[in-house]
């Protein structure tokens, strides 16, 4: 029997580690990620919800100078010294094929054949539940006490082909660096929209 | 100056209700979902980084019966009980339109003209960041003591008419229910995958 936890909000000072307070960070001091702490990110990844739970997402850990270097150099200008600077920058892929997966990922029904023949579905499926992941991902970093720094300024054509060469099928989302941010690296916070800017209850 | 929380995991408790023991749900109580819990999920939601701040989802959240009732005849057969069970039911949007807000929610450069002009990356940017939001969605009801259910099993484009009439720009995403889960109506957690399976660090 599942745990459930119903009207009991977590403690202020997690919902300021996970939202309030966490921060996209430009910059990173000088303390690595154990291959443990990426271990433990995805141990919590993996646990969020996907649809039929295609988990759709391939990640590369650009972990080694050499790996950071092919991938800044794939990199808008401005993203480059981010990527070198970082102890380690995920790319998250998505497995456009990911429905190959399914007989082990969701068992109990057939959901491949949900999939077969329809690769523009599974394009969208797998992009949108892959950012979802991404979601989940800066989010369970945040929980495990890093910081993140996620970027889309790549060239993703080119990231392909460079870090998922044995992998066709899987393409680049977006990258995320992984670290203890430097606090001179950023800058106040940008406005946030209010309820009723962006949202109706009907 | 903002707070950090290096090295700084949440108990094993705040873990098992982000990640470890929230579940998808198929039926819910008979408890409602009050408003000022709506503005707290968004409240926590507006906090979670999105490229240039750019926010683009677009919140309709189905509380009435009406409003329940048809957005249940839009879903595919096996969404539509869960519909109408659940207290709420969000419908994700996004605006592919959304740099024109840009000039107040990214204020210290002009964000606005990377995107005039570009509406097929303007479409994958909203599609990636309005799904990245809804993993904090997610993450952000399971924060507040509420369940989930997400679900993309709809009609899309009868949902954008339907829902967003006066916003022809805002395309729907996923819609999630919010509520309290029965314990009832979910089924063994499908398997996870290790960390080996589908990461590599280089």
Redesign the interface.
């Known amino acids: 029997?599942?745990?459930?936890?119903?009207?009991?909000?977590?403690?202020s000072d997690?919902?300021?580690?996970?939202?309030?307070?966490?921060?996209?960070y430009n910059g990173w001091l000088d303390k690595p990620v154990s291959?443990e702490q990426?271990?433990a990110i995805?141990?919590?990844v993996?646990?969020?919800?996907t649809?039929a739970?295609m988990?759709p997402?391939?990640?590369?850990?650009?972990?080694?100078d050499d790996?950071k270097r092919r991938l800044a150099e794939l990199a808008s200008e401005g993203n480059r010294a981010k990527i070198l600077s970082a102890p380690?920058t995920a790319i998250i892929g998505y497995d456009i094929d990911f429905h190959e997966?399914l007989p082990?990922?969701?068992?109990?029904t057939d959901a491949k054949s949900w999939f077969d023949g329809d690769e523009a579905g599974r394009k969208v499926?797998a992009?949108?539940?892959s950012?979802?992941?991404?979601?989940?991902f800066?989010?369970?970093a945040?929980?495990?006490?890093?910081?993140?720094g996620?970027m889309?300024g790549f060239d993703n054509d080119a990231v392909d082909k460079e870090?998922f060469t044995d992998d066709p099928r899987v393409k680049s989302?977006?990258i995320c660096s992984v670290g203890?941010?430097d606090?001179d690296s950023?800058?106040d916070r940008?406005?946030?929209?209010d309820?009723d800017r962006?949202?109706?209850?009907?």
């Open positions: 029997m599942t745990k459930q936890f119903h009207d009991n909000v977590l403690p997690a919902l300021d580690q996970l939202f309030f307070e966490g921060r996209t291959d990426m271990h995805w141990d919590l993996k646990m969020g919800p649809s739970n988990q997402s391939r990640i590369v850990w650009c972990k080694s790996a380690v997966e082990w990922l969701f068992p109990h499926g992009f949108r539940n950012s979802l992941q991404g979601g989940y800066i989010l369970a945040r929980a495990l006490g890093l910081d993140t996620p889309s870090f989302n977006f203890y941010g606090p950023i800058f940008s406005p946030r929209p309820f962006f949202n109706v209850i009907v």
